[in-house]
């Protein structure tokens, strides 16, 4: 598979770059991309040394690296084009035609994407990733009723990153439980989860893709054995048939598809309370 080395470079976290930079990236799945994360490049020296990797890199894949930046500060990208790179400006790509469209000119300020601009939006979603801590795989079910969303689903179907994710990027309060063994024999609705009903989504994944996981966690045991598998999916949709709950695959989701598709089929907010 052709190689190709990527670097993502901004004067502050760079998340924006990488975000946009993969999303474009993942269109030549036949080519392999080797990426390198150089963040908060805002001085002299440190846009030197990035000149400096980027050559290097140049002359040892012997093919010019591609390289995505966000600088505010459109002196930086001046000195930093004179890399051996080809270079994709983010913020020049949008911000020109956004100003002529809306008649001023934009702020160049850093970091205002990422940075801490409403308090009370920030101290929300703060609020919604201690919440989904505090009321991970099952803990703490007295506090369900704050929760605007409650996961559930087998060990190891994805409830925990789902929950901080949501939490994270959307600031909803989201729990999450795991169905047990008690649960998953008896095939109805668990007792402690049938007040909330309404707020239930179930996370539900093939049988093999579930061995996989338990095997690299727990290889020992009935736990990651392929029967039980395939037990715990069998009754845990069961349950979701019955309970008239929705539910998702996380096989071959990714969290970010996952999460958006939950919003989507409960229509959530997507903000900050």
Known sequence: MQKRPVFIVSDRTGITAETLGHSLLTQFPKISFETTILPFVDTEEKIFGAVLQID???????????????FANPEYNHRLFAAHGVFFDLFDTFLDRLEKELGQESAHSAGMSHGIRDHDSYTARISAVNFSVHCDDGLHPEAYSQAELILMGVSRSGKTPTSLYLAMHFGLFCANYPLTEEDLEAGVMPKVMIPHRDRIFGLTIDPLRLQVIRQERRSRGQYAELRQCRFEVRQAEAIFHDGKVPYV????????????TIIARKQLRRGYR
């Open 56 to 70: 290097r890199a140049a002359e040892a894949y012997g093919v010019k690296p591609l390289v995505f930046t966000t």
């Open 249 to 260: 695959d996380t096989s071959a989701a990714s969290i970010e598809e996952i999460a958006t």
